[in-house]
Protein backbone atom coordinates (compact mmCIF):
# COMPACT_ATOMS: atom_id res chain seq x y z
CA UNK A 1 0.00 0.00 0.00
CA UNK A 2 2.90 2.11 1.26
CA UNK A 3 4.77 1.34 -2.24
CA UNK A 4 1.12 2.11 -4.15
CA UNK A 5 0.89 5.60 -2.62
CA UNK A 6 5.01 6.70 -3.07
CA UNK A 7 4.44 5.46 -6.45
CA UNK A 8 1.21 8.01 -7.45
CA UNK A 9 2.50 10.97 -5.89
CA UNK A 10 5.64 10.12 -7.60
CA UNK A 11 3.81 10.14 -10.89
CA UNK A 12 1.51 13.10 -9.94
CA UNK A 13 4.80 15.13 -9.07
CA UNK A 14 6.13 13.83 -12.87
CA UNK A 15 3.14 15.21 -14.54
CA UNK A 16 2.72 18.27 -12.65
CA UNK A 17 6.72 19.00 -14.02
CA UNK A 18 5.01 18.97 -17.45
CA UNK A 19 5.36 22.25 -19.30
CA UNK A 20 2.03 22.88 -20.77
CA UNK A 21 2.63 26.43 -22.09
CA UNK A 22 5.28 28.73 -23.36
CA UNK A 23 6.81 31.34 -20.56
CA UNK A 24 8.93 33.67 -22.28
CA UNK A 25 12.14 34.64 -21.22
CA UNK A 26 11.89 32.45 -17.80
CA UNK A 27 13.67 29.34 -17.19
CA UNK A 28 13.38 26.64 -19.30
CA UNK A 29 13.47 23.17 -17.85
CA UNK A 30 14.09 20.23 -19.57
CA UNK A 31 13.28 16.41 -18.82
CA UNK A 32 15.98 16.51 -16.15
CA UNK A 33 14.90 19.53 -14.37
CA UNK A 34 17.79 21.48 -16.03
CA UNK A 35 17.57 25.28 -17.74
CA UNK A 36 17.51 24.40 -21.27
CA UNK A 37 21.20 24.93 -22.96
CA UNK A 38 20.73 25.65 -26.83
CA UNK A 39 20.84 29.60 -27.48
CA UNK A 40 21.17 30.93 -30.68
CA UNK A 41 19.02 27.56 -31.92
CA UNK A 42 16.91 26.30 -34.82
CA UNK A 43 14.44 23.60 -35.07
CA UNK A 44 14.65 20.60 -37.22
CA UNK A 45 10.99 18.61 -37.20
CA UNK A 46 11.40 14.92 -39.14
CA UNK A 47 9.20 11.99 -38.43
CA UNK A 48 7.25 13.76 -35.71
CA UNK A 49 9.75 14.82 -33.79
CA UNK A 50 11.39 18.47 -33.09
CA UNK A 51 14.61 18.48 -32.32
CA UNK A 52 16.07 21.92 -30.89
CA UNK A 53 20.06 22.58 -31.87
CA UNK A 54 21.68 25.32 -30.17
CA UNK A 55 25.11 26.90 -28.61
CA UNK A 56 26.06 25.11 -25.54
CA UNK A 57 27.11 27.90 -23.19
CA UNK A 58 29.15 27.59 -19.90
CA UNK A 59 28.72 30.12 -16.87
CA UNK A 60 30.12 33.15 -16.79
CA UNK A 61 31.74 35.62 -19.83
CA UNK A 62 33.47 33.06 -21.00
CA UNK A 63 30.68 30.99 -21.44
CA UNK A 64 30.35 32.57 -24.70
CA UNK A 65 32.82 30.59 -26.33
CA UNK A 66 32.33 27.10 -27.70
CA UNK A 67 33.77 25.09 -24.66
CA UNK A 68 31.35 22.17 -25.24
CA UNK A 69 29.63 22.51 -28.70
CA UNK A 70 26.13 22.03 -30.01
CA UNK A 71 23.37 21.01 -27.68
CA UNK A 72 20.09 19.20 -28.93
CA UNK A 73 16.53 18.28 -27.24
CA UNK A 74 14.04 16.54 -28.55
CA UNK A 75 10.48 17.14 -28.24
CA UNK A 76 7.02 16.09 -29.70
CA UNK A 77 4.94 18.94 -27.79
CA UNK A 78 6.73 21.62 -27.76
CA UNK A 79 6.77 22.29 -24.46
CA UNK A 80 8.92 19.62 -23.20
CA UNK A 81 12.37 19.05 -24.06
CA UNK A 82 14.22 15.78 -23.51
CA UNK A 83 18.11 16.29 -23.47
CA UNK A 84 19.75 14.53 -26.05
CA UNK A 85 23.21 15.51 -25.16
CA UNK A 86 26.06 17.32 -27.42
CA UNK A 87 25.53 16.95 -30.88
CA UNK A 88 28.46 18.36 -32.34
CA UNK A 89 31.28 18.64 -29.76
CA UNK A 90 33.91 20.61 -29.66
CA UNK A 91 37.74 19.00 -30.06
CA UNK A 92 40.72 18.76 -27.58
CA UNK A 93 43.35 18.63 -30.80
CA UNK A 94 43.72 22.38 -30.75
CA UNK A 95 45.60 21.83 -34.09
CA UNK A 96 41.67 21.27 -35.28
CA UNK A 97 39.71 24.83 -36.14
CA UNK A 98 37.15 23.41 -34.01
CA UNK A 99 39.10 23.23 -30.76
CA UNK A 100 37.74 24.12 -27.62
CA UNK A 101 37.83 28.06 -26.98
CA UNK A 102 36.65 28.98 -30.83
CA UNK A 103 33.01 30.39 -31.34
CA UNK A 104 30.22 28.22 -32.35
CA UNK A 105 26.97 30.61 -32.75
CA UNK A 106 23.28 29.90 -34.33
CA UNK A 107 23.57 26.19 -35.81
CA UNK A 108 21.09 24.94 -37.81
CA UNK A 109 20.12 21.44 -38.79
CA UNK A 110 18.76 20.48 -42.07
CA UNK A 111 17.65 17.06 -43.87
CA UNK A 112 18.56 15.94 -46.84
CA UNK A 113 15.69 13.71 -48.65
CA UNK A 114 18.00 12.25 -51.17
CA UNK A 115 21.50 11.22 -48.76
CA UNK A 116 19.33 10.91 -45.72
CA UNK A 117 22.48 12.73 -43.77
CA UNK A 118 21.36 15.54 -41.49
CA UNK A 119 23.25 18.40 -42.46
CA UNK A 120 24.30 20.99 -39.60
CA UNK A 121 26.02 24.45 -40.44
CA UNK A 122 26.81 27.31 -37.63
CA UNK A 123 28.94 30.61 -37.46
CA UNK A 124 31.99 29.79 -36.73
CA UNK A 125 34.82 32.01 -35.38
CA UNK A 126 38.53 30.50 -34.80
CA UNK A 127 40.17 30.26 -31.04
CA UNK A 128 42.12 33.69 -30.58
CA UNK A 129 40.80 35.80 -33.44
CA UNK A 130 37.62 37.76 -31.90
CA UNK A 131 35.44 37.54 -34.97
CA UNK A 132 37.24 38.12 -37.76
CA UNK A 133 37.63 34.83 -39.40
CA UNK A 134 34.03 35.11 -40.12
CA UNK A 135 33.32 31.24 -41.51
CA UNK A 136 30.83 28.99 -41.67
CA UNK A 137 31.19 25.49 -40.44
CA UNK A 138 29.79 22.30 -41.77
CA UNK A 139 29.12 18.78 -40.08
CA UNK A 140 27.13 15.47 -40.55
CA UNK A 141 25.67 12.88 -39.39
CA UNK A 142 23.24 9.70 -39.99
CA UNK A 143 21.21 10.54 -36.66
CA UNK A 144 18.81 13.81 -35.93
CA UNK A 145 20.75 13.72 -32.43
CA UNK A 146 23.66 13.33 -33.58
CA UNK A 147 26.83 12.51 -33.04
CA UNK A 148 27.59 15.13 -36.12
CA UNK A 149 31.10 14.80 -37.35
CA UNK A 150 32.55 17.77 -38.40
CA UNK A 151 33.94 18.37 -42.16
CA UNK A 152 34.90 22.04 -42.67
CA UNK A 153 34.72 26.15 -42.33
CA UNK A 154 34.44 28.24 -45.52
CA UNK A 155 34.24 31.82 -46.16
CA UNK A 156 31.65 30.64 -48.97
CA UNK A 157 31.52 31.62 -52.47
CA UNK A 158 35.22 32.62 -53.16
CA UNK A 159 35.50 33.91 -57.22
CA UNK A 160 31.39 33.95 -57.56
CA UNK A 161 29.41 36.97 -57.95
CA UNK A 162 26.04 37.76 -56.66
CA UNK A 163 23.38 36.80 -59.60
CA UNK A 164 21.60 40.26 -58.31
CA UNK A 165 25.93 42.06 -58.72
CA UNK A 166 25.67 44.44 -61.86
CA UNK A 167 28.45 43.97 -64.17
CA UNK A 168 29.32 47.93 -64.31
CA UNK A 169 29.91 47.48 -60.11
CA UNK A 170 32.53 44.66 -60.64
CA UNK A 171 35.61 46.62 -61.80
CA UNK A 172 34.90 49.32 -59.21
CA UNK A 173 38.32 50.44 -57.87
CA UNK A 174 36.57 51.58 -54.93
CA UNK A 175 38.44 50.36 -51.78
CA UNK A 176 38.75 50.85 -47.87
CA UNK A 177 41.70 53.09 -48.96
CA UNK A 178 39.98 55.55 -50.59
CA UNK A 179 38.24 56.97 -47.41
CA UNK A 180 40.08 58.62 -44.68
CA UNK A 181 36.43 58.15 -42.33
CA UNK A 182 34.55 55.59 -41.95
CA UNK A 183 30.65 55.96 -41.99
CA UNK A 184 29.88 59.10 -44.04
CA UNK A 185 27.73 58.79 -46.97
CA UNK A 186 30.39 58.21 -49.22
CA UNK A 187 31.39 55.29 -47.27
CA UNK A 188 28.43 53.77 -46.83
CA UNK A 189 27.60 54.48 -50.57
CA UNK A 190 30.81 52.68 -50.94
CA UNK A 191 30.01 49.36 -48.91
CA UNK A 192 26.34 49.38 -50.32
CA UNK A 193 28.00 49.30 -54.08
CA UNK A 194 29.75 46.58 -52.90
CA UNK A 195 33.05 47.76 -51.58
CA UNK A 196 33.50 44.59 -49.18
CA UNK A 197 32.31 42.02 -51.68
CA UNK A 198 35.10 42.95 -54.28
CA UNK A 199 37.27 42.96 -51.81
CA UNK A 200 36.20 39.23 -50.60
CA UNK A 201 35.93 38.31 -53.91
CA UNK A 202 39.08 36.00 -54.29
CA UNK A 203 39.04 33.79 -50.90
CA UNK A 204 35.26 33.81 -50.19
CA UNK A 205 32.98 35.88 -48.64
CA UNK A 206 32.24 36.22 -44.40
CA UNK A 207 29.36 34.37 -43.02
CA UNK A 208 28.97 35.64 -39.67
CA UNK A 209 24.85 35.45 -37.82
CA UNK A 210 23.16 32.83 -40.51
CA UNK A 211 19.99 30.44 -40.65
CA UNK A 212 19.24 27.65 -43.33
CA UNK A 213 16.21 27.88 -45.12
CA UNK A 214 14.91 24.50 -46.71
CA UNK A 215 11.95 25.67 -49.48
CA UNK A 216 9.20 23.25 -50.55
CA UNK A 217 11.01 22.05 -53.48
CA UNK A 218 13.88 20.59 -51.30
CA UNK A 219 16.24 23.45 -52.34
CA UNK A 220 17.87 24.51 -49.32
CA UNK A 221 19.46 27.97 -49.02
CA UNK A 222 21.79 29.69 -46.43
CA UNK A 223 21.51 33.14 -45.25
CA UNK A 224 24.42 35.58 -43.53
CA UNK A 225 25.55 38.29 -42.68
CA UNK A 226 28.51 39.54 -45.02
CA UNK A 227 30.57 42.26 -46.03
CA UNK A 228 31.83 43.27 -42.16
CA UNK A 229 27.77 42.81 -41.18
CA UNK A 230 26.42 45.53 -43.67
CA UNK A 231 24.71 42.76 -46.37
CA UNK A 232 23.02 39.78 -45.90
CA UNK A 233 23.93 36.69 -48.31
CA UNK A 234 21.45 34.24 -49.44
CA UNK A 235 23.62 31.52 -50.50
CA UNK A 236 22.41 28.25 -52.53
CA UNK A 237 23.15 24.87 -51.36
CA UNK A 238 24.27 22.13 -53.46
CA UNK A 239 21.77 19.24 -53.88
CA UNK A 240 23.42 17.63 -51.13
CA UNK A 241 23.05 20.38 -48.77
CA UNK A 242 26.81 20.11 -48.05
CA UNK A 243 28.76 22.83 -50.23
CA UNK A 244 27.62 26.57 -51.81
CA UNK A 245 26.40 26.02 -55.41
CA UNK A 246 28.22 29.47 -55.94
CA UNK A 247 24.39 30.61 -56.61
CA UNK A 248 23.57 33.66 -54.54
CA UNK A 249 22.13 36.92 -54.21
CA UNK A 250 23.06 40.39 -52.16
CA UNK A 251 20.07 41.41 -50.01
CA UNK A 252 19.35 44.97 -48.40
CA UNK A 253 22.73 46.03 -49.11
CA UNK A 254 24.24 48.35 -46.39
CA UNK A 255 21.52 48.07 -43.70
CA UNK A 256 23.46 46.16 -41.61
CA UNK A 257 20.74 43.28 -40.83
CA UNK A 258 22.37 40.28 -38.08
CA UNK A 259 20.05 37.15 -37.16
CA UNK A 260 18.10 36.47 -39.92
CA UNK A 261 15.12 34.20 -39.24
CA UNK A 262 13.08 32.78 -42.87
CA UNK A 263 10.03 31.50 -43.12
CA UNK A 264 7.16 31.06 -45.62
CA UNK A 265 3.76 31.67 -45.53
CA UNK A 266 1.71 30.79 -48.96
CA UNK A 267 3.81 31.90 -51.85
CA UNK A 268 5.72 34.72 -49.80
CA UNK A 269 9.19 34.40 -48.23
CA UNK A 270 9.44 36.34 -44.83
CA UNK A 271 12.24 37.07 -42.91
CA UNK A 272 12.30 38.65 -39.28
CA UNK A 273 16.39 40.13 -38.14
CA UNK A 274 17.73 42.34 -36.01
CA UNK A 275 19.98 45.71 -36.17
CA UNK A 276 24.07 44.72 -35.17
CA UNK A 277 24.50 45.83 -31.71
CA UNK A 278 26.45 43.10 -30.37
CA UNK A 279 25.21 41.36 -27.04
CA UNK A 280 22.54 44.45 -26.55
CA UNK A 281 19.30 43.91 -27.94
CA UNK A 282 18.02 46.26 -30.66
CA UNK A 283 14.25 47.15 -32.59
CA UNK A 284 13.76 43.80 -35.33
CA UNK A 285 13.44 44.02 -38.87
CA UNK A 286 11.14 42.50 -41.10
CA UNK A 287 10.82 42.15 -44.55
CA UNK A 288 8.88 40.57 -47.44
CA UNK A 289 10.23 38.46 -50.90
CA UNK A 290 8.66 36.58 -53.39
CA UNK A 291 11.99 34.20 -53.74
CA UNK A 292 14.63 33.84 -51.62
CA UNK A 293 16.94 35.90 -53.54
CA UNK A 294 14.65 38.80 -53.33
CA UNK A 295 13.94 41.48 -54.23
CA UNK A 296 13.15 41.83 -50.26
CA UNK A 297 10.87 44.18 -49.38
CA UNK A 298 11.35 46.01 -45.38
CA UNK A 299 8.33 45.39 -43.57
CA UNK A 300 9.45 47.53 -40.55
CA UNK A 301 9.66 46.80 -37.29
CA UNK A 302 7.42 43.46 -36.23
CA UNK A 303 7.50 44.20 -32.54
CA UNK A 304 4.29 46.03 -31.01
CA UNK A 305 3.73 47.10 -27.07
CA UNK A 306 5.12 49.47 -24.92
CA UNK A 307 7.88 51.25 -26.32
CA UNK A 308 10.53 49.60 -24.42
CA UNK A 309 9.43 46.42 -25.85
CA UNK A 310 9.28 47.46 -29.37
CA UNK A 311 12.79 49.30 -28.74
CA UNK A 312 14.14 45.79 -27.64
CA UNK A 313 12.29 43.39 -29.14
CA UNK A 314 11.01 42.16 -26.02
CA UNK A 315 14.29 42.28 -24.54
CA UNK A 316 15.67 39.61 -27.46
CA UNK A 317 17.04 39.13 -30.98
CA UNK A 318 15.53 36.36 -33.52
CA UNK A 319 17.33 33.43 -34.75
CA UNK A 320 14.53 31.53 -35.75
CA UNK A 321 10.95 31.31 -36.92
CA UNK A 322 9.10 27.85 -36.24
CA UNK A 323 6.39 26.62 -38.36
CA UNK A 324 4.02 24.42 -36.64
CA UNK A 325 3.33 21.28 -37.36
CA UNK A 326 -0.26 20.53 -38.57
CA UNK A 327 -1.35 23.73 -38.28
CA UNK A 328 -1.89 26.47 -41.04
CA UNK A 329 0.17 29.68 -41.16
CA UNK A 330 0.82 28.86 -37.45
CA UNK A 331 4.54 29.87 -36.44
CA UNK A 332 6.74 30.39 -33.33
CA UNK A 333 9.23 33.40 -33.26
CA UNK A 334 12.59 31.96 -31.62
CA UNK A 335 14.93 34.69 -29.72
CA UNK A 336 17.43 34.78 -27.55
CA UNK A 337 17.56 37.23 -24.26
CA UNK A 338 21.31 37.03 -24.42
CA UNK A 339 23.04 37.11 -20.99
CA UNK A 340 26.49 37.63 -22.09
CA UNK A 341 28.03 38.14 -18.43
CA UNK A 342 26.57 34.59 -17.31
CA UNK A 343 26.01 33.29 -20.96
CA UNK A 344 24.78 29.53 -19.47
CA UNK A 345 21.44 32.00 -17.84
CA UNK A 346 20.61 33.23 -21.68
CA UNK A 347 16.69 32.89 -22.02
CA UNK A 348 14.11 32.26 -24.62
CA UNK A 349 11.29 34.32 -26.13
CA UNK A 350 9.00 32.79 -28.20
CA UNK A 351 6.06 34.00 -29.10
CA UNK A 352 3.40 33.66 -31.61
CA UNK A 353 3.73 35.56 -35.14
CA UNK A 354 0.55 36.95 -35.97
CA UNK A 355 -0.35 38.76 -39.32
CA UNK A 356 -1.72 42.66 -40.02
CA UNK A 357 -2.25 43.59 -43.34
CA UNK A 358 0.13 41.14 -44.84
CA UNK A 359 3.11 42.39 -42.10
CA UNK A 360 4.24 39.80 -39.47
CA UNK A 361 3.88 41.07 -35.68
CA UNK A 362 4.48 39.85 -32.59
CA UNK A 363 3.10 40.27 -29.06
CA UNK A 364 4.23 40.20 -25.87
CA UNK A 365 2.45 36.67 -23.68
CA UNK A 366 3.57 36.28 -20.37
CA UNK A 367 2.01 32.89 -20.94
CA UNK A 368 1.00 31.25 -23.45
CA UNK A 369 0.17 27.82 -25.36
CA UNK A 370 -0.46 26.32 -29.11
CA UNK A 371 -4.25 27.21 -28.75
CA UNK A 372 -3.77 30.65 -29.79
CA UNK A 373 -3.51 29.17 -33.48
CA UNK A 374 -7.10 28.46 -34.81
CA UNK A 375 -6.19 25.35 -36.86
C1 LIG B 1 25.28 39.50 -32.28
C2 LIG B 1 25.01 38.18 -32.90
O1 LIG B 1 23.70 38.14 -33.35
C3 LIG B 1 25.25 37.07 -31.91
O2 LIG B 1 24.99 35.84 -32.50
C4 LIG B 1 26.67 37.19 -31.43
O3 LIG B 1 27.53 37.02 -32.53
C5 LIG B 1 26.91 38.54 -30.82
N1 LIG B 1 26.62 39.57 -31.79
C6 LIG B 1 28.34 38.70 -30.37
O4 LIG B 1 28.54 40.01 -29.93
Given at each position: MYLLLTALVLLLASCDAQNKSFSPGKVWKDNKGTHINAHGGGILFHDGIYYWFGEHKTEGKAGNKANVGVHCYSSTDLYNWKDEGIALAVHEDTTSLLTK????????????????????????????????????????????????????????????????????????????????????????????????????????????????????????????????NQTLHIAQLTDDYLGFSGVYARVLPGDANEAPAIFKRGDKYYMIS????????????????????????????????????????????STF????????????????????????????????VTFEEGKPVLEWHDDWDLRIFKK
Open positions: GCVIERPKVIYNENTGKYVMWFHHELKGMGYQAAMTGLAVSDVATGPYTYLKSINPNAGHWPVNYPDSLKNDTTTEASFEKKWTEEWRQAVKDGMFLRRDFERGQMARDMTLFVDTDGTAYHFHASEESGCTGWDPNPARSAVAVHPFGPWLSLGNPARGTEEQVKTTFHSQVLPVDGKKDAFIFMADHWRPNNAIDGRYIWLP
